[in-house]
C-alpha cells in the first residue's frame, strides 16, 4: 500500500484549483501562478548522501515490516528521503535478495532512487544497486 502511493505520488504533479490557487501553488510579483511541480533539474546525490540512503535501507529490510518506510538525512549536506521495500523477497544465485525505491530530496528540488539488496552474513542486508529510478 505504501509502495503504490510512493509510485502514484512521483509520477505527477498534485493540485487543486480554487479561486485561482492550487495546492502548492502562490502567486508572483506579475501575478503568474507559481506551482510547487518538480523542476527539470533533479539533484545530483553525493557519495555521502548514498552512505545515509544506504544505511537506512539496510535498517528497514533488516527489520522486515510489511509496508515500513525509513527515513534519512544527511546533516552534512541538508539532503533527506526515506526507503520504501519493494514488493516481496526472491531468491538471487541462493541468496534472499529485495529492491527498494528511495526518495531524495535537496533543498527545493526531489528525485527517487532504485536499489537491490541481498541478506548478507548475520541477517544483515547488503546494497547492491543505488541508482537513479527511470520510469519505464
Known amino acids: ?4 502511493f510512493l509510485i502514484g505520488a512521483s509520477s505527477g504533479a498534485c493540485s487543486f484549483s480554487r479561486d485561482g ?17 518538480i523542476t527539470g533539474q533533479e539533484p545530483v546525490p553525493t557519495e555521502s548522501d548514498l552512505a545515509f540512503a544506504r ?22 549536506t541538508g539532503a533527506r528521503g526515506s526507503v520504501t521495500p519493494l514488493a516481496q523477497a526472491y531468491s538471487n544465485e541462493g541468496r534472499t535478495c529485495r529492491d527498494f525505491l528511495a526518495s531524495y530530496v535537496n533543498g527545493r528540488t526531489e528525485s527517487w532512487l532504485q536499489g537491490a539488496a541481498c541478506k548478507a ?16
Do not use: Y
Open 21 to 37: 490557487g492550487g495546492f502548492f501553488s502562490s502567486k508572483g510579483d506579475d501575478g503568474e501562478v507559481v506551482t510547487g511541480s
Open 55 to 76: 544505511t537506512a535501507a539496510s535498517d528497514v529490510l533488516t527489520k522486515g515490516d510489511k509496508d515500513t518506510s525509513q527515513p534519512w538525512q544527511n546533516p552534512e
Open 1 to 4: 500500500m505504501v509502495t503504490l
Open 121 to 136: 552474513g548475520h541477517g544483515r542486508w547488503e546494497i547492491h544497486t543505488l541508482k537513479p529510478w527511470r520510469r519505464g
